[in-house]
């Protein structure tokens, strides 16, 4: 069996982080969302992975690489030279399967779990698509199938009016008649091959359609909100390591991790929570649910359930900063000299609340 990852899309609900990254290598727990779908496929036994990605820019093959130092594997890469829907990157991805069963992972989702039961599950029946199902409190921005008696009549993608309350979660399993019902829809009224139609073709040409519910949680990353709920989750699960220095002044509880180079100076840190490589955090507050990202400097400050990136700076703040999601190489600082003011520079789609 083998793996076709996604990770092109521009991300447009995650600017302006996404205007200077791709948001499938923006860090969750301080490693790239990208790397779990990986993972995840590896920790299933599918070794033979792709990853289509947006041929506009290079940055995730440079950044991910061949695959071979970090997981000794080799990865493929197939260049998506136009957005045109999920059902267009599964037909890039043709040759790559050939008559192979395969896992269609969108690389911005994460599930608890992994993939391997879903897998097993796919392999143990005949059907000729497997989808994974999660409730979810606002369907209509999902596929949303349709279920009678247990089966999935039929798949309706963003409805206005959703027939039930699951989501089409970004983890399908097909087998190569995929290949054909890509083939056989038209774009949709946005322009793109809606794998919800694909699926919507299988069911209407007699292929067997089979699911499972995820019970467990689900998260597609789309939204920041969404993105901090999945570090939360993630941090949930980690297991406490020190490699860091940390004075007699600072105390450490809960499940933390400290990586290598980072110094903690007179400072509270609380778990669950990730303290990145070199970074100092002195005189601050760390709460629960942070992970600060590589490189980064924490002074007289407090932090919590953020998301911190690297290179940034954050001295002599006066107010909590808790909520939060601060890209590479952000500086939040104390103003000097007269009159006391706040200056900002901020992209596009940023949010700033003052007090």
């Not at 092109?8 to 727990?29: D, Y």
């Not at 990605?53 to 093959?61: G, I, Q």
Request: aromatic letters at 8%; charged letters at 25%.
């Amino acid at each position: 069996m083998k793996a076709l990852i996604a990770s092109g899309g521009h991300g447009s609900r995650l600017r302006p982080i996404t205007h200077t990254q791709n948001k499938h290598l923006i860090p969750i727990a301080n490693k790239p969302i990208l790397f779990y779908a990986i993972e995840n496929a590896l920790n299933a036994g599918i070794s033979e992975i792709a990853i289509v990605y947006n041929a506009e820019t290079n940055e995730v093959p440079e950044y991910i690489g061949d695959g071979t130092e970090r997981w000794g594997i080799k990865l493929t890469y197939i260049p998506q030279e136009k957005p045109g829907g999920l059902a267009q990157v599964v037909l890039l991805a043709e040759d790559f399967v050939g008559d192979d069963k395969f896992v269609f992972y969108l690389g911005d989702n994460m599930v608890v779990g992994g993939l391997e039961k879903y897998k097993d599950e796919f392999l143990k029946s005949d059907a000729n698509c497997w989808l994974t199902l999660s409730k979810v409190p606002d369907p209509q921005r999902f596929g949303v199938p349709e279920i009678k008696d247990g089966k999935i009549i039929s798949i309706e993608e963003k409805p206005k009016n959703p027939k039930s309350d699951f989501a089409v979660t970004g983890m399908y399993f097909y087998d190569k008649n995929i290949f054909k019902a890509c083939k056989s829809i038209k774009p949709s009224e946005r322009g793109e091959l809606e794998i919800s139609d694909a699926h919507q073709y299988l069911i209407d040409n007699g292929f067997s359609i089979g699911y499972s519910e995820i019970t467990g949680w689900w998260k597609d990353t789309g939204k920041p909100l969404d993105l901090l709920e999945a570090n939360r989750l993630v941090l949930d699960n980690i297991i406490s390591t020190t490699n860091g220095k940390i004075d007699d002044k600072s105390t450490v509880s809960g499940k933390v991790i400290i990586e290598e180079g980072a110094i903690i100076k007179n400072s509270v840190i609380r778990g669950p929570s990730i303290i990145g490589k070199n970074c100092l955090i002195e005189d601050c507050y760390i709460g629960p649910y942070s992970a600060i990202g590589n490189e980064t400097e924490i002074k007289n400050s407090e932090v919590e359930y953020s998301i911190i990136l690297r290179n940034c700076k954050i001295k002599n703040v006066g107010i909590r900063i808790e909520g939060s999601i601060l890209g590479n190489d952000v500086e939040i600082v104390e103003a000097k000299g007269t009159p006391r003011v706040h200056r900002f520079f901020i992209g596009d789609n940023s949010r700033v609340e003052v007090v």
